[in-house]
C-alpha cells in the first residue's frame, strides 16, 4: 500500500510537532500540535497558509490526504484569538496559550475573596465585608481573630492598639475595648487603665470601647470617698451631721 508522510507547519508559531507517517486507505489520528503562537488559539491544520478557518481539527482521524507514494502533505496550523481578560474589580486575570490553548490564571485580590468562574476570562471576586479580610491571591475572606478589626475591603486585619482588645470579626477600631480590673477604670479616651480616683469607685467588668472612657462611678451626693482604688460602693462614707459633700466628693465639707 502506498504510503505518504504528513508534516506540519507552526506558520508563524514556535515549538515543534513531529511529522507523522500515513498508509493510503487507512484511517489515523494526526500528530497532536505542539506549536506555540503567542497568545493565539490555535483552530486547526489547514493545507493553505493563509486559511481562517481550519480543514482539520487537532489530532483529527484522517486518511488519503494525497495518493503519491511516498509523498509529503504539509499541514499549517491555523490560529485564532483567544478571548482577553475582562480584569473584573478584585479579580487578577493572565491569559498564556501553551499550544495554542487560551488559559486563564485567575486569583482574588487583596481585600476580595469568592473566586467565581475561576480559570475563565470573566473571573470575579466579592469585596470583603467588615471584619473580615483576604490578602492577595487567597481568594477567600477569613474572619479577623479576636484583638484584631477590619473595614470592607481590607487585605489583612489591624491590631487593636495597646491595653485593647476586640471579639472576632471586629468591623473598626471603635469595636476595640478594654475590660477594667477591680480598682481602675478609663480615665482618658484611647488610654489604658489607671487607678480609680478618689470620690467614687470602680468594682471591675466593664467594657470601655476605644475613644471611649468609664469604669468609675462617683460616690453619690451626701457621700464621700478620700481613697483611690476602690472597688465598691461601700467605700463611699455618709457625711456626718452638719456636713455636706456633693456627688463624686473626696471629703465633706460643713
Do not use: E, M
Not at 486547526?44 to 511516498?70: C, H, M, P, Q
Not at 469568592?114 to 479580610?133: D, E, I, R, V
Not at 467614687?200 to 476605644?210: F, I, L, N, R, S
Amino acid at each position: 500500500a502506498n504510503t505518504y508522510t504528513v508534516a506540519y507547519n507552526a506558520n508563524g508559531g514556535s515549538g515543534t510537532t513531529s511529522s507523522s507517517s500515513h498508509t493510503y486507505d487507512t484511517s489515523k489520528a494526526l500528530t497532536a500540535n505542539g506549536f506555540t503562537n503567542g497568545v493565539k488559539k490555535f483552530l486547526g491544520w489547514s493545507t493553505s497558509s493563509s486559511a481562517t478557518t481550519a480543514t482539520y481539527i487537532d489530532k483529527a482521524s484522517v486518511k488519503n490526504l494525497t495518493t503519491t507514494n511516498g509523498g509529503t502533505v504539509t499541514l499549517y496550523a491555523i490560529w485564532g484569538t483567544c478571548t482577553a481578560c475582562s480584569n473584573n474589580t478584585g479579580a487578577s486575570c493572565t491569559l498564556s496559550a501553551p499550544k495554542g490553548v487560551c488559559t486563564y490564571t485567575t486569583s482574588c485580590k487583596g481585600g476580595y475573596g469568592t473566586l467565581t468562574n475561576g480559570g475563565k476570562y470573566n473571573a470575579t471576586c466579592s469585596q470583603c465585608s467588615a471584619g473580615t479580610a483576604s490578602a492577595d491571591g487567597v481568594n477567600t475572606c477569613s474572619t479577623c481573630s479576636a484583638g484584631t478589626y477590619s473595614g470592607a475591603g481590607a487585605s489583612s486585619c489591624s491590631t487593636c492598639p495597646t491595653n485593647y482588645t476586640s471579639d472576632a470579626g471586629a468591623t473598626a477600631q471603635n469595636k476595640c475595648y478594654i475590660k477594667t480590673t477591680a480598682g481602675n477604670y478609663v480615665a482618658t479616651a484611647n488610654a489604658g487603665q489607671v487607678t480609680c480616683a478618689a470620690g467614687g469607685y470602680c468594682p471591675g467588668g466593664t467594657t470601655v470601647y476605644y475613644g471611649s472612657t468609664g469604669g468609675r462611678t462617683a460616690c453619690s451626693c451626701g457621700y464621700y470617698n478620700g481613697s483611690t482604688g476602690s472597688t465598691a460602693s461601700s467605700a463611699c462614707t455618709k457625711t456626718s451631721p452638719g456636713y455636706y459633700a456633693a456627688a463624686g466628693a473626696t471629703g465633706q465639707t460643713k
